[in-house]
């Protein structure tokens, strides 16, 4: 999340740029960094975009992903499950949405790359006890 706009992301550094950037964020038009739709939703509509996110966008995504998994893990390692309050999903939700970024980048980045997003979704499985979300909830 940032402060600033596509539009200022795209005056300082150019439309390429500012396309990666669009493409990494689950914000829509008219949303701001507290007035956003709810997290389900945003989820499910970035997933469906994910699939379809140019290359560039691609790697930029999964590489953004895997830092902040990684950052995630290693909290919940040293603080333990009370770093969840800090999210606005619950561990199940986390772990679906976790999931389905890896998924969806499975063949568009490069493949360790992928294993990575994938084994840190099981590790944040195993550290928080979650569970699968069902089918109609996730």
């Known amino acids: 999340d940032t402060a600033r706009s596509i539009a200022e992301v795209e005056a300082a550094f150019g439309s390429g740029v500012a396309a990666i950037v669009a ?3 689950d914000t829509g038009p008219g ?3 507290g007035n956003k739709r ?3 939703l945003r989820k499910r509509e970035y997933l469906a975009r994910l699939r379809a996110s140019p290359p ?3 790697l930029v995504i999964a590489c953004d992903k895997l830092h902040n998994t990684s950052g995630l893990i290693a909290d919940i390692e040293r603080d333990g499950p009370a770093t969840l309050a800090r999210f606005n999903a619950p561990a199940e939700g986390q772990l679906w949405y976790m999931r389905g970024v ?3 980048l499975v063949g568009r980045v490069p493949d360790g790359l992928a294993a990575l997003l994938a084994g840190h979704a099981e590790r944040f499985a195993a550290l ?3 569970i699968a979300w069902p089918d109609d909830q996730g």
């Open 128 to 130: 928080t006890g979650a």
């Open 31 to 33: 949303e701001s960094l």
């Open 38 to 40: 709810p997290w389900l």
């Open 56 to 58: 560039r966008s691609a």
């Open 102 to 104: 890896a998924a969806a």
């Open 23 to 25: 493409d990494c964020t």
